[in-house]
């Protein structure tokens, strides 16, 4: 369960950095099917994979959003920036 849980809060780090919010509902459609024959396969019981599924979805939206946050701090700064305009002399604010 240690692996999936890092293995689950790496992949929503890498998606956070990458995509939108909207990737997460595939991600976990395709996750939770793959961990339920994984543990039909490996012989578990209902209840260890409906716990792994839990344990993936719960870390792959704490990556996401821990890199949301991470964003979120490391943007705001630059957003609130004055940049002077150079043909007219005026001062723009960025909002990006």
């Known amino acids: 369960m240690t692996t999936l849980a890092i293995c689950s809060a790496l992949i929503g780090l890498v998606l956070g950095i ?3 919010f ?3 509902v595939p991600i976990l459609f395709v996750g939770s099917i793959s961990l339920a024959a994984i543990s039909m396969t490996h012989g578990q019981t209902l209840l260890q994979a ?3 599924i839990v344990i993936f979805a719960a870390l792959l939206q704490v990556g996401y959003a821990c890199t949301a946050l991470l964003r979120s701090f490391v943007m705001a700064p630059r957003a609130n920036r004055t940049v002077p305009h ?3 002399g005026v001062v723009v604010v960025r909002k990006s």
Do not use: C, G
């Open 18 to 20: 990458r995509f939108r």
């Open 22 to 24: 909207l990737v997460l």
């Open 86 to 88: 150079a043909a007219a």
């Open 50 to 52: 409906i716990s792994a």
